[in-house]
C-alpha cells in the first residue's frame, strides 16, 4: 500500500515541504532514496526499535521509501516520526486519514520517545503558507510551532501517544501558544544611570541605538567600554512580532532555543570571544549553521578588544555589514541567512593601553601604535558609522551623587526618533533605520543647505574621508536631527555627526 506522509526541510531560514512516500513490497529490503544523510540512513535502527517498544515492528517486507523533492538535501532526524507512521499506514496499521493536511516530524529514542528537532518554527510558518491545518511533533518543540497562528499543533512524548491520537483524534487536544513563556528581557540590571561621567559615549551610543548605527569606541583599560556595550541593548526599542519571528527563526535553525520553545522577544546580545572562527562568525560549515552574526539578527554584535581577533575573521564582516545578510554557498547549493545586527565594537588604544591616558604614561613608541592601530584594515573601519575615543573618567565624577538619565528615559527618546523612520520609510520594504538607506534614499530624505555642505566638504578636506564616510555622516546627521525631532538637517547635526568620524587613526600616536 503506497502512503504519503508530509514533513518540512529547512534551507538557511526558509523551510520546503518534504513528501515521504512509504511503498511495501514483496522482498526483504529496506530503501530510503531522495537525498538522504547519514542520519536519515539510520534512521531505520531507531524507527525499529520504537516501533517494537508500541507493539509493532518492521515489517520483514521489502519497503521503498522516497523523500521528494529528490534534489534537496534530507539532513537531521527529525524525519524518524513520519518514516515511523509511513511504515504503520503503508503496513495497514494506521489509516492515513486527513493525513494530506497535516506536517509531520521528531525524533525517536529506541525507547519510542520522541525528542525535539530544529528549524520547527520556519516548518511551521511555510505549512501554513502551504494550506497545511495541523502539526504533529515532539512536546518540546509545541510552544514553539503554536507561535503559527491558524495552524492546530499538537505536541506529544512518546510514539504510543501519536498513534492513539491518530485512531482517536478527539483524545488530543491542540496546544495553546503561551505568552508567559516568552523569554524576558534581561537588561534590567544594566541601566544607564549607574554610569558616571562619560557623556559623550553615552550621547553617541544614543545616537548609534536611534538609527541602528555600527560604533568602535577606543580607549584605556577602565575607561568603561564593555560597560557602556552592555548598557545598549536597555536602550534599543521593543522588538516588533515580525523581528521577533524572524529572530527566533535563526535561533530555532541553529538549534539555540531553550527547551520550552519560547519566542525571542529581547533583542539578542552576542558577545563571541576574539578566538572565534570565521566559520563560527559568519556561519557555514559542512551543514551550514547560522553564526554569530546571524544570531545577533535584530540586536547587538559586541566584539570585546577588536585588536586580538584574527584579521581574516574580521575581514569576513565586510560585506554582510553592507549587504545586511550572509551568502553561505558550497557546490550543489547555497543558503541566505540574515545579517542585521548593529556592530559594536571595542579596542585598547595602543598595545599596553594607556595611550593619551590623563595620568598613566604610555610605554610604547609612536610606531608601535601605528602599527597596533592597523591591524583593523581600512575597508572594515569605513564601515562602522561612529568612532570614539573614551577617556576615563575622573575620580570627581565617580564618586559623586548626581545620577544620569535612566535607560528607560534615553530609550523613550531612541523610540520617538525611530517612530519618525518608521513613517519615513513606511513605502519601502527592508528599510526600517537611517543606517539601512539606499543612495537614493539617501538624496530624497537628507537635502543639505549651502551651510552644510560647505562643513561637510571641509571635513572631508581635513581628515581625508572616504565616499563611504562622506554618505555615513548624511545618515548620522539624520538621525541626530531625529532625535532632535527637527525636519531639516542643520549645520549643528552635521558637525556632530563629524565628530563621530573625526578618530584620526593615521597620526594616532604622532600627537
Same mark, same amino acid.
Given at each position: 500500500?503506497?502512503?504519503?506522509?508530509?514533513?518540512?526541510?529547512?534551507?538557511?531560514?526558509?523551510?520546503?515541504?518534504?513528501?515521504?512516500?512509504?511503498?511495501?513490497?514483496?522482498?526483504?529490503?529496506?530503501?530510503?532514496?531522495?537525498?538522504?544523510?547519514?542520519?536519515?540512513?539510520?534512521?531505520?535502527?531507531?524507527?525499529?526499535?520504537?516501533?517494537?517498544?508500541?507493539?509493532?515492528?518492521?515489517?520483514?517486507?521489502?519497503?521503498?521509501?522516497?523523500?521528494?523533492?529528490?534534489?534537496?538535501?534530507?539532513?537531521?532526524?527529525?524525519?524518524?516520526?513520519?518514516?515511523?507512521?509511513?511504515?504503520?499506514?503503508?503496513?495497514?496499521?494506521?489509516?492515513?486519514?486527513?493525513?494530506?493536511?497535516?506536517?509531520?516530524?521528531?525524533?525517536?529514542?529506541?525507547?519510542?520517545?520522541?525528542?525535539?528537532?530544529?528549524?520547527?518554527?520556519?516548518?511551521?510558518?511555510?505549512?501554513?503558507?502551504?494550506?497545511?491545518?495541523?502539526?504533529?511533533?515532539?512536546?518540546?518543540?509545541?510552544?514553539?510551532?503554536?507561535?503559527?497562528?491558524?495552524?492546530?499543533?499538537?505536541?506529544?512524548?512518546?510514539?504510543?501517544?501519536?498513534?492513539?491520537?491518530?485512531?482517536?483524534?478527539?483524545?488530543?487536544?491542540?496546544?495553546?501558544?503561551?505568552?508567559?513563556?516568552?523569554?524576558?528581557?534581561?537588561?534590567?540590571?544594566?541601566?544607564?544611570?549607574?554610569?558616571?561621567?562619560?557623556?559623550?559615549?553615552?550621547?553617541?551610543?544614543?545616537?548609534?541605538?536611534?538609527?541602528?548605527?555600527?560604533?568602535?569606541?577606543?580607549?584605556?583599560?577602565?575607561?568603561?567600554?564593555?560597560?557602556?556595550?552592555?548598557?545598549?541593548? +536597555?536602550?534599543?526599542?521593543?522588538? =516588533?512580532? @515580525?523581528? %521577533?519571528?524572524?529572530? $527566533?527563526? #535563526? !535561533?530555532?535553525?541553529?538549534? /539555540?532555543?531553550?527547551?520550552?520553545?519560547?519566542?525571542?522577544?529581547?533583542?539578542?546580545?552576542?558577545?563571541?570571544?576574539?578566538?572565534?572562527?570565521?566559520?563560527?562568525?559568519?556561519?557555514?560549515?559542512?551543514?551550514?549553521?547560522?553564526?554569530?552574526?546571524?544570531?545577533?539578527?535584530?540586536?547587538?554584535?559586541?566584539?570585546?578588544?577588536?585588536?586580538?581577533?584574527?584579521?581574516?575573521?574580521?575581514?569576513?564582516?565586510?560585506?554582510?555589514?553592507?549587504?545586511?545578510?550572509?551568502?553561505?554557498?558550497?557546490?550543489?547549493?547555497?543558503?541566505?541567512?540574515?545579517?542585521?545586527?548593529?556592530?559594536?565594537?571595542?579596542?585598547?588604544?595602543?598595545?599596553? +593601553?594607556?595611550?593619551?591616558?590623563? =595620568?598613566? @604614561?604610555? %610605554?610604547?613608541?609612536? $610606531?608601535? #601604535? !601605528?602599527?597596533?592601530?592597523? /591591524?583593523?584594515?581600512?575597508?572594515?573601519?569605513?564601515?562602522?558609522?561612529?568612532?570614539?575615543?573614551?577617556?576615563?573618567?575622573?575620580?570627581?565624577?565617580?564618586?559623586?551623587?548626581?545620577?544620569?538619565?535612566?535607560?528607560?528615559?534615553?530609550?523613550?527618546?531612541?523610540?520617538?526618533?525611530?517612530?519618525?523612520?518608521?513613517?519615513?520609510?513606511?513605502?519601502?520594504?527592508?528599510?526600517?533605520?537611517?543606517?539601512?538607506?539606499?543612495?537614493?534614499?539617501?538624496?530624497?530624505?537628507?537635502?543639505?543647505?549651502?551651510?552644510?555642505?560647505?562643513?561637510?566638504?571641509?571635513?572631508?578636506?581635513?581628515?581625508?574621508?572616504?565616499?563611504?564616510?562622506?554618505?555615513?555622516?548624511?545618515?548620522?546627521?539624520?538621525?541626530?536631527?531625529?532625535?532632535?525631532?527637527?525636519?531639516?538637517?542643520?549645520?549643528?547635526?552635521?558637525?556632530?555627526?563629524?565628530?563621530?568620524?573625526?578618530?584620526?587613526?593615521?597620526?594616532?600616536?604622532?600627537?
Amino acid at each position: 500500500m503506497l502512503v504519503k506522509v508530509y514533513s518540512g526541510a529547512v534551507n538557511g531560514i526558509e523551510a520546503t515541504t518534504i513528501t515521504i512516500e512509504v511503498n511495501i513490497l514483496a522482498g526483504a529490503k529496506f530503501i530510503i532514496v531522495g537525498l538522504p544523510d547519514n542520519a536519515v540512513k539510520e534512521s531505520q535502527q531507531r524507527v525499529d526499535s520504537a516501533l517494537r517498544v508500541v507493539g509493532s515492528r518492521i515489517p520483514g517486507k521489502r519497503i521503498i521509501i522516497n523523500m521528494a523533492p529528490a534534489d534537496v538535501k534530507k539532513e537531521g532526524s527529525s524525519y524518524d516520526l513520519p518514516l515511523a507512521l509511513g511504515i504503520l499506514a503503508a503496513n495497514e496499521q494506521l489509516a492515513p486519514e486527513g493525513w494530506d493536511k497535516c506536517v509531520i516530524l521528531g525524533e525517536l529514542s529506541l525507547d519510542g520517545s520522541l525528542v525535539p528537532v530544529k528549524g520547527v518554527l520556519p516548518i511551521a510558518i511555510h505549512a501554513r503558507g502551504e494550506g497545511f491545518t495541523r502539526m504533529l511533533l515532539p512536546a518540546g518543540n509545541a510552544n514553539e510551532a503554536a507561535v503559527v497562528e491558524g495552524l492546530e499543533v499538537h505536541g506529544f512524548s512518546h510514539l504510543g501517544e501519536v498513534i492513539d491520537y491518530l485512531r482517536a483524534p478527539a483524545s488530543h487536544a491542540p496546544c495553546r501558544f503561551e505568552p508567559s513563556r516568552e523569554m524576558p528581557e534581561e537588561t534590567a540590571m544594566y541601566d544607564f544611570k549607574d554610569v558616571k561621567g562619560q557623556e559623550n559615549v553615552k550621547r553617541a551610543l544614543e545616537v548609534a541605538a536611534a538609527g541602528m548605527h555600527n560604533i568602535i569606541m577606543v580607549g584605556a583599560p577602565g575607561s568603561g567600554k564593555t560597560m557602556l556595550a552592555r548598557r545598549l541593548p +536597555g536602550i534599543l526599542p521593543p522588538m =516588533t512580532r @515580525e523581528e %521577533s519571528l524572524e529572530t $527566533t527563526k #535563526i !535561533h530555532s535553525v541553529a538549534g /539555540k532555543l531553550p527547551r520550552d520553545g519560547s519566542l525571542i522577544t529581547a533583542r539578542p546580545f552576542r558577545a563571541p570571544h576574539h578566538t572565534i572562527s570565521g566559520i563560527a562568525l559568519i556561519g557555514g560549515g559542512v551543514f551550514p549553521r547560522p553564526g554569530e552574526i546571524s544570531l545577533a539578527t535584530n540586536g547587538v554584535l559586541f566584539l570585546d578588544e577588536l585588536t586580538e581577533y584574527q584579521r581574516a575573521v574580521l575581514e569576513v564582516m565586510r560585506q554582510p555589514l553592507e549587504d545586511r545578510k550572509i551568502t553561505i554557498s558550497r557546490a550543489r547549493h547555497s543558503v541566505d541567512y540574515p545579517a542585521n545586527f548593529m556592530l559594536v565594537a571595542s579596542m585598547n588604544p595602543c598595545p599596553c +593601553g594607556y595611550y593619551n591616558h590623563p =595620568t598613566k @604614561e604610555c %610605554s610604547c613608541t609612536g $610606531t608601535a #601604535i !601605528h602599527r597596533y592601530m592597523s /591591524k583593523i584594515s581600512g575597508p572594515l573601519l569605513d564601515r562602522i558609522d561612529i568612532h570614539l575615543e573614551v577617556v576615563p573618567v575622573e575620580l570627581d565624577k565617580i564618586t559623586g551623587r548626581q545620577e544620569a538619565d535612566p535607560s528607560r528615559v534615553i530609550r523613550e527618546r531612541v523610540m520617538a526618533a525611530r517612530a519618525i523612520q518608521t513613517e519615513r520609510f513606511k513605502d519601502y520594504p527592508g528599510i526600517h533605520c537611517n543606517a539601512q538607506m539606499t543612495p537614493a534614499l539617501l538624496k530624497k530624505f537628507c537635502p543639505l543647505d549651502d551651510r552644510c555642505l560647505a562643513l561637510l566638504k571641509m571635513a572631508m578636506q581635513k581628515f581625508g574621508l572616504s565616499a563611504r564616510a562622506y554618505d555615513r555622516i548624511i545618515k548620522l546627521s539624520r538621525t541626530i536631527a531625529d532625535l532632535a525631532a527637527s525636519p531639516a538637517i542643520t549645520p549643528q547635526h552635521i558637525a556632530e555627526a563629524i565628530q563621530y568620524r573625526s578618530l584620526d587613526r593615521e597620526n594616532w600616536g604622532a600627537r
